[in-house]
Structure formats: structure tokens, C-alpha cells
Antibody, heavy 125, light 110 residues
Framework: QVQLQESGPGLVKPSQTLSLTCTVSGGSINSDAYYWSWIRQNPGQGLEWIGHIYYTGSTYSNPSLKSRVIISLDTSKNQFSLKLSSVTAADTAVYYC?????????????????WGHGNLVTVSS | QSVLTQPASVSGSPGQSITISCTGT?????????VSWYQQYPGKVPKLMIY???KRPSGVSNRFSGSKSGNTASLTISDLQAEDEADYYCCSYAGSNTLKFGGGTRLSVL
């Protein structure tokens, strides 16, 4: 059974870069079967899709965050990572990584399962 | 990127059925059969309940069902139980490899 686990600092200073890693166990990220994604949830708020990556290295991100987001793969460690630059207090959130399944006939991504446990990141000086 | 529209809250009594709506546009919900629904308890990880609009993952109760009409998707929970009290989020593919979530609905079981 595939499991995902986020890791990274819980506190980031304003204007710096937030960096998180998701380690996948029980399955390989070097597979054409899924995308690998990041989602966040501001305290007491809803879910926001950040972006996802395919095993080829192709990345896709939320237009509202696109200029600040970098998602990358490290297949040797079975990990993928998120970097979010120029953070502000509005980026304070629980950050989740999740496996993203797609519709086989179109490669259109559709549903997130499973999810990691989440990593709370606070942006504060 | 605007979110999908969900009611902030719904409520029902045990044994009743409730429906949570998720309204998008012809560019997302209305154009793709790729709506998913997630259940989230406070402080917990979201759980997939419905995918591809109406399919249930293994282990999810058949009291949960999904449907779509036009630009609005719906999640129906029948025979409401106390354990169903949680937040529910819809999500839709929106084209060009982008996805949108709804704002979330708090379900109260009275």
C-alpha cells in the first residue's frame, strides 16, 4: 500500500523560500501510472491545489501560484519536492502531498488518493 | 483561479438523506466527468469518497453517492449517521492540467 510522508521546516521567514519533500513508500514514483501532487490548506480554510508532476518531469501548477512554484522529482530517493518562493503570511498552511490519479483515456488528472499526513508551515519572522 | 461553489453548511438528522452541491462552470464541472469528493474531520487528512463523479473507492460506504447535472455536481449521503459529521470538499478538473477545489461544506448531524 502506497504511503506518502511530507518533511521540511515548520517555520519559514517572510520573503524566503519554503521547501518541502514528500517521500513515497510502497510504490515507485518513476511510473507512468500517476501524477504526484501538492495541496495546501490555510488554517481553518479550504483546500487549494498547488501543482503536480509526472514521472517525465513535466510539471503543472496553479496559475495563482505559478511564478513562485517549483516541483521536482528525485527518483533515486523516491521523493518529490515543492519549493515556494517569496513567501508571506498568506502562505501559512498545512501542506499535503498526494498521489493524483488520471483518467486513462485522456491523461486528465482527477482524484487525490492517498494523502500524506500534512506538514504545517508557518511564515513568520 | 476561482473556487467551486459549495454551501458553507448543511445539516440533517440521523437516518435522513442530505445533498451537498458543488457548482462550477462549463469549463470545469460541466465539461469533464472528473469531479471528486473528500471527507475531512477536524485536524485530519482528507479522505477520498467519490471519484469520476460517481465512483466509490473500495471501503467507502454505499450510503455515499455522487452525480452531476450541467455545471453542478452533488454528493448525497443517505441514512445519515453521527460519524458523517465532517467537512466535505469537491474538486474538479478544469482543463490544461489544472484542478479546482470547492470552498468546503460543514455537515452537521443534529
Amino acid at each position: 500500500q502506497v504511503q506518502l510522508q511530507e518533511s521540511g521546516p515548520g517555520l519559514v521567514k517572510p520573503s524566503q523560500t519554503l521547501s518541502l519533500t514528500c517521500t513515497v513508500s510502497g510504490g515507485s514514483i518513476n511510473s507512468d501510472a500517476y501524477y504526484w501532487s501538492w495541496i495546501r490548506q490555510n488554517p481553518g480554510q479550504g483546500l487549494e491545489w498547488i501543482g503536480h508532476i509526472y514521472y517525465t518531469g513535466s510539471t503543472y501548477s496553479n496559475p495563482s501560484l505559478k511564478s513562485r512554484v517549483i516541483i521536482s522529482l528525485d527518483t533515486s530517493k523516491n521523493q518529490f519536492s515543492l519549493k515556494l518562493s517569496s513567501v508571506t503570511a498568506a502562505d501559512t498552511a498545512v501542506y499535503y502531498c498526494a498521489r493524483l490519479s488520471y483518467k486513462s483515456s485522456s491523461y486528465d488528472p482527477g482524484w487525490f488518493d492517498p494523502w500524506g499526513h500534512g506538514n504545517l508551515v508557518t511564515v513568520s519572522s | 483561479q476561482s473556487v467551486l461553489t459549495q454551501p458553507a453548511s448543511v445539516s440533517g438528522s440521523p437516518g435522513q438523506s442530505i445533498t451537498i452541491s458543488c457548482t462550477g462552470t462549463s469549463s470545469d464541472v460541466g465539461n469533464y466527468k472528473l469531479v471528486s469528493w473528500y471527507q475531512q474531520y477536524p485536524g485530519k487528512v482528507p479522505k477520498l469518497m467519490i471519484y469520476e463523479g460517481s465512483k466509490r473507492p473500495s471501503g467507502v460506504s454505499n450510503r455515499f453517492s455522487g452525480s452531476k447535472s450541467g455545471n453542478t455536481a452533488s454528493l448525497t449521503i443517505s441514512d445519515l449517521q453521527a460519524e458523517d459529521e465532517a467537512d466535505y470538499y469537491c474538486c474538479s478538473y478544469a482543463g490544461s492540467n489544472t484542478l479546482k477545489f470547492g470552498g468546503g461544506t460543514r455537515l452537521s448531524v443534529l
